[in-house]
């Protein structure tokens, strides 16, 4: 701008300040005013900033301000009002126009104020500046903050964003003309600020605890500091190269050489053996040109290929919209010297102020204390010092604060943010771009800390890097953003520099996956699994309003604000202070005031807004103190489930005014109910394939990046191309999907690779491209036209996937084969297909309440065929349309209503039996309709039947009792065994029976002390119900209803982990008898140390997943636990062996065997049930099954005990025993049933050992 334009009042104004002279400035009287005129001038310009321009013209700053800020230091208020004015000018031109404006005229202005603002930077590189700066912070700073007044706190923040200002002015490299190892400008005005010792003061407020609040400002001016360096040059300055850096210098200047010499030869070859005196003329002959002579080419030439008719024409311009971004970062190579001082900078900096800082400005950005974007200068510091930390020394205690599972997720959680703002915000693309850019750096720095800390000496630091990985391993957040980032990538949004960072960070945590795979051998990960919860709603509650939130959603909810609440309960968060509860403006009773605000504050916590909430309760509180918010004393533990009641609490609310005018529907109309789809997320777990993670980036929108990329092979570094190669081989070699790279435009590049003179530099990639294209002209070699192999060589043209690449491969028409035979099943022959044909049809016609599929599986020749796969073949088949026809049907629920003949029955009911040992047992087992205990105990207090609860519990029977009552309690007990094996449980063999009368007679204290109660089902839910954990348990017997619910929609067969929400359900599952209840139910513990929550096991069906719901419950009898049944006529024979064996000893006989058999000496005291235990899973499991372990182990000594058995008591035969006998020979045919004969015998051998004792 021209001087002579300028404003004649501004220029009047700069003429009052004073004049220079020599190195001497003389200060007007009035120049404290005038420098306040000049602030005021500021705030007056317009958006061309015309104040700005004029006074940056003028060069106000180099001729007066900064000498009247060097001589006149020591006047505070002109200082002061000096930098309030020297922090407007130096503000960033960004600032000052909002963003780069695209208009030409504004761009112009922008410029203009760019290059005075380039001007002010020389002006900075100026020691003396900068030590009146340091020493003036330095007198503020040593101020205690009950002497420091508020000018003070403003006088330092304005220091610091002057020198912010300074260092954030970009560098003019065209007018500079400054190569490496040479000192610009930015680096002079670092050399300026380490002489003065400013460097030392901002360590120093970067450290200390009472100047926390001047973290960002700190922060931002170290990134602008080392903005245009990088850590690793730093952390190896002054230190000599290394050999593999030497011999990697040699290989570029070696490829250099040998490209250069491979041009001179081409132009050489090119110039051909005759003069260019005359240009030349040619005739191509074969080629016409408009006439029908001959082309005349007026070019010389030495190939008939060097023709073209291209050279004159204009080559198309892409749009600026498609053009590929640029890189706008530029980094160089600075002076030995500043490297140095930059060098002990970043040591200082890590070992006092890193991990203090950080984690200041991370609580600051958590708590939204920060400006917008702020977020960026903590990610850029994570990414610099943890590299410059890794390269120098490494040391984990330096870095300690951004090393862990809370930094992986803020760093993705702002990664998906940038990403989805690039979308959004069009008009700020770039800048969103460089933040996205900047977090996957500090994602891959983050990522390489603790691929170096598996690589420790010291074992803690190894363990705590496997527990990072574990957790990143297992979230599929993690897994899945590296697919994402890869399918998402655009060249006009994004610059290649991030796709080189993104190729390299997928590189690295894929080589940590794997190594990490391999170590573990097997490894549970996290699993999101879409399920569309479809919902009735009827026009009538479309109109009342919204449905009320579930339980599971409350408690949802509450978990996720129940934190802030307590942070705002205790006092350390501002509440809001516009909240009126009550309006005495209004019409409305008080008392509808005061129902509104009980909605208001359940809203307001619904909502997720806890402060809004608890100030809206202390303000009722205020307006109504009877109580129904609290009293004035309430406590802060009160205070919080008070609100966590109201939270939960399904409020009246009345209807709206919406419903109210809407008309009344028609009477077609009325009822209807509409289906409403609301899509839910459960996450699950399952076990990790490293393969089928690998498969997923053989997709032609994973390998389009890498082939970009490796076009420019050339300028990519050794890494980057060893990163592509790696890849593109993982594709090509283990996932055997090589059809995928049969690209025209990767053939292109590997042509380019293998004519190119320095091709021996890249011998890893010229290796893999002769791999592919040896296996691609093999395949051309093999196939024939009549195959099809005619279309291979158009296939190259497009990009494929998997499906065309595995036919490309294995044939035409291949693919959709292969499909079917995995669509239909494993080796279904043909008279197994009819053969479920024919049971389908025949149960079809049958009709019946029991599933069709199950009843197919009953009656088919191959057990081995599991629900899927039937399904399948039948769909395949045709026989079935969909799916759904065979999905299993629903029970219809329990109704929670008492019918009047439910009471009857339930008060005759407890007349027979309230003088029972077990009332309430005894009354379950005769109802018609099945209650749970908990439900039948609340009927029995409510009708007033009993006083007290106790009065309902089991009576136990107590030591020393007579020897009648342990006979009886001994018969009984093993009636009991009986009907244990009625129902399929398995006995132990003799050996384990021994096993057990010891550890019975050792135990026959403990088991006396316990009033001698069994651990039974019934018996360890009866001591859950008691000691408060019911809900626990119906929370447990919910999530299996909720399992069986997804079983029938999806049988894939996968076990669904028990994960506990609240701290009563986690106290519950650390609850001892808790945990042994869940194993005698059938539910799995944890296998190893991968695994942290029980598990309900995938093998059992929906039904019997309810059957356990209801035996929790207490709807079902424990003895109906999912077992395998045995075959009726077992169960008869056991049933008439018990009978006979219980009638004898009323009449005192003693049995057959003790006739003919010495009496045996056997272990006195109470014989304990045996219960299926998770312990003997697998030997129960082999009992039941038709091929014992048990049975091929000692099948000689156990028939042999058998056939003495039998023979001993067949000598007096009766029609008992011979109604026994033949029952047993009718079911011994099979191999099936030699575990229950077994079983018999066992049982048989301790009735007769017990009836002997008794005879002794």
């Not at 380490?194 to 200390?208: E, M, R, T, V, Y």
């Not at 024409?313 to 500043?338: A, C, E, H, V, Y």
């Amino acid at each position: 701008m021209d001087l002579y334009m300028m404003n004649c009042e501004l220029l009047a104004t700069c003429s009052a300040l004073g004049y220079l002279e020599g190195d001497t400035y003389h200060k007007e009287p009035d120049c404290h005013e005038t420098v306040k005129d000049l602030i005021r001038y500021l705030r007056r310009e317009d958006e061309t900033r015309d104040i700005r321009q004029q006074l940056g013209a003028s060069q106000i700053v180099q001729t007066d301000l900064i000498p009247i800020m060097k001589q006149y230091h020591d006047d505070k208020p002109l200082f002061e009002t000096i930098i309030r004015l020297l922090v407007n000018l130096t503000q960033p031109a960004i600032v000052c126009f909002g963003k780069v404006p695209k208009d030409k005229m504004f761009r112009h202005y922008f410029l203009d104020v760019v290059s005075y603002l380039q001007g002010y930077k020389v002006a900075f590189a100026d020691e003396e500046v900068w030590t009146v700066l340091s020493r003036k912070l330095y007198e503020l700073l040593q101020l205690d903050w009950e002497n420091r007044q508020e000018e003070d706190s403003m006088l330092i923040e304005r220091i610091l964003l002057l020198v912010r200002n300074i260092l954030h002015v970009p560098a003019d490299p065209e007018e500079e003309k400054r190569t490496d190892d040479d000192a610009s400008v930015h680096d002079q005005v670092l050399w300026a600020i380490h002489q003065s010792g400013f460097d030392d003061l901002l360590k120093f407020i970067a450290s200390s605890d009472s100047e926390q609040q001047w973290c960002m400002h700190v922060l931002e001016i170290v990134s602008l500091m080392c903005r245009e360096q990088t850590s690793e040059q730093l952390a190896r300055a002054g230190q000599g190269r290394s050999a593999g850096e030497k011999a990697q210098d040699e290989l570029e200047l070696q490829a250099v050489r040998q490209r250069e010499l491979a041009d001179r030869q081409a132009r050489i070859r090119a110039l051909g053996t005759r003069h260019s005196r005359f240009g030349g003329t040619f005739v191509v002959q074969g080629m016409k040109s408009i006439s029908d002579k001959d082309l005349i080419y007026h070019q010389p030439l030495k190939e008939i290929s060097q023709v073209s008719f291209d050279r004159e024409k204009n080559p198309k311009r892409k749009p600026k919209n498609r053009q590929p971004m640029k890189d706008g970062d530029t980094t160089r190579r600075s002076t030995l010297s500043i490297r140095l001082f930059l060098k002990q900078f970043c040591e200082d900096f890590l070992e006092n102020c890193y991990n203090g800082l950080m984690r200041t400005v991370k609580d600051n950005l958590v708590r939204m204390k920060t400006q917008d974007h702020d977020e960026t200068y903590y990610l850029w510091a994570m990414r610099f010092f943890m590299e410059f930390n890794r390269v120098h020394n490494f040391r984990v205690d330096m870095v300690s604060e951004t090393v862990s599972v809370r930094t992986f997720h803020f760093i993705e959680t702002n990664l998906t943010n940038f990403y989805e703002m690039m979308l959004t915000d069009k008009d700020d693309i770039t800048s969103w771009s460089r933040r996205m850019h900047l977090a996957l750096k500090a994602y891959n720095e983050l990522l390489m800390t603790v691929n170096t800390m598996d690589a420790s000496k010291d074992p803690a630091v190894r363990d705590s890097a496997n527990v990072i990985k574990s957790n990143i391993f297992y979230v599929m957040e993690y897994r899945e953003i590296f697919l994402t980032l890869l399918r998402k990538f655009d060249e006009t949004k994004q610059p290649k520099t991030y796709l080189k960072d993104l190729v390299e960070t997928t590189h690295v945590f894929i080589k940590m996956l794997e190594r990490f795979c391999k170590t573990k051998g097997h490894i549970v990960v996290q699993k999101k699994r879409k399920k569309t919860k479809r919902r009735k709603r009827t026009a009538e509650q479309g109109a009342a309003g919204p449905v009320e939130p579930s339980e599971e959603d409350l408690n949802t909810v509450w978990d996720g604000l129940s934190g802030d609440l307590s942070t705002f309960i205790q006092g350390e968060g501002e509440l809001p202070q516009d909240v009126a509860p009550f309006d005495a403006a209004l019409d409305t009773p008080l008392e509808e005031q005061r129902v509104q605000a009980m909605i208001s504050i359940q809203d307001s916590l619904r909502g997720g807004d806890p402060g809004r909430a608890l100030a809206t309760l202390r303000a009722a509180r205020e307006v109504w103190p009877d109580g129904a918010f609290g009293t004035a004393d309430i406590s802060q533990e009160d205070e919080f489930m008070a609100l966590r009641e109201i939270c939960f609490t399904a409020l009246p609310r009345p209807a709206t005014e919406q419903a109210e005018e809407n008309p009344e529907p028609d009477d077609d109309g009325a009822g209807e109910a509409e289906e409403e789809e609301i899509p839910q997320f459960n996450m699950t777990e399952q076990d990790f394939n490293f393969q089928d993670y690998i498969r997923r980036f053989a997709n032609p929108q994973m390998l389009k990046p890498y082939v970009r990329l490796l076009a420019d092979y050339r300028t990519n570094s050794a890494h980057i191309n060893h990163c592509i190669a790696k890849m593109l081989h993982r594709v090509a070699w283990d996932c055997k999907m090589e059809g995928l790279l049969f690209q025209i435009s990767l053939f292109r590049i590997f042509q380019r690779l293998l004519e190119d003179p320095a091709g021996s530099s890249y011998s890893e990639i010229t290796k893999f491209a002769k791999y592919v294209l040896g296996r691609f002209f093999g395949l051309v070699t093999r196939s024939s036209p009549s195959d099809g192999g005619g279309n291979i060589f158009p296939e190259l043209l497009f990009w494929k996937g998997a499906k065309e690449a595995y036919e490309m491969t294995e044939g035409y028409g291949s693919y959709q084969e292969a499909r079917k035979q995995k669509r239909g099943g494993a080796d279904w022959s043909p008279d197994e297909q009819e053969e479920l044909v024919q049971w389908y049809n025949r149960f079809k016609e049958e009709g019946g309440d029991e599933d069709i599929v199950d009843r197919i599986r009953q009656n088919f020749s191959d057990p081995n065929k599991n629900r899927q796969q039937i399904i399948s073949q039948l769909v395949f088949q045709g026989v079935v349309q969909d799916r759904s026809e065979l999905k299993r049907k629903k029970r219809p629920r329990q109704s929670a209503v008492w019918r009047e003949e439910e009471e009857l029955q339930l008060q005759h009911l407890f007349d027979k039996h309230k003088h029972s040992d077990d009332p309430v047992g005894d009354i379950m087992s005769e109802m018609t309709e099945k209650r749970s205990k908990k439900k039948v105990i609340e009927k029995l207090l409510d009708m007033g039947l009993v006083s007290d609860r106790k009065d309902l519990y089991k009576k136990r029977r107590r030591k020393g009792g007579k020897k009648k009552d342990k006979e009886e309690d001994f018969m009984v007990e093993d009636e009991e065994d009986m009907t244990g094996l009625e129902e399929g449980e398995p006995v132990p063999s003799d050996g384990e029976m021994e096993v057990q009368d010891s550890s019975d007679s050792d135990s026959d204290e403990e088991s006396e002390e316990s009033d001698g109660e069994e651990e039974t089902v019934a018996s360890l839910l009866k001591r859950l119900q008691d000691e408060g954990l019911g809900d626990q348990l119906q929370w447990i017997a919910s999530g299996l209803e909720r399992t069986a619910d997804d079983r029938e929609t999806d049988e894939s067969g996968e076990s669904v982990p028990i994960v506990p929400l609240t701290e009563d359900s986690e106290t519950a599952m650390e609850h001892r008898t808790f945990q042994k209840l869940l194993k005698m139910v059938g539910l799995a513990p944890p296998a190893n140390e991968q695994e942290s929550f029980w598990r309900i096991p995938g093998t059992l069906s929906a039904a019997e997943l309810r059957k356990m719901a209801n035996i929790i419950t207490g709807k079902e009898s424990a003895d109906d636990l999912p077992t395998k049944k045995q075959s009726s006529s077992r169960y008869k024979a056991l049933k008439e062996l018990a009978k006979k064996q219980g009638k004898e000893r009323k009449r005192g006989k003693p049995t057959r065997q003790e006739e003919d058999e010495p009496p045996t000496a056997s272990k006195s005291g109470k014989k304990r049930a045996r219960q299926l235990d998770s312990s003997d899973e697998e030997d129960n499991e082999s009992l039941t099954s038709g091929s014992s372990k048990r049975s091929r182990k000692g099948s000689g000594s156990i028939d042999q005990e058998e056939s003495m058995d039998t023979e001993e008591q067949v000598d007096k035969p009766s029609e008992e025993s011979t109604s026994v006998k033949k029952a047993l020979e009718s079911d011994s045919d099979s191999d099936e049933d030699n575990v229950p004969l077994r079983q018999i015998a066992h049982a048989r051998r301790r009735i007769e050992s017990s009836d002997s004792e008794e005879d002794k």
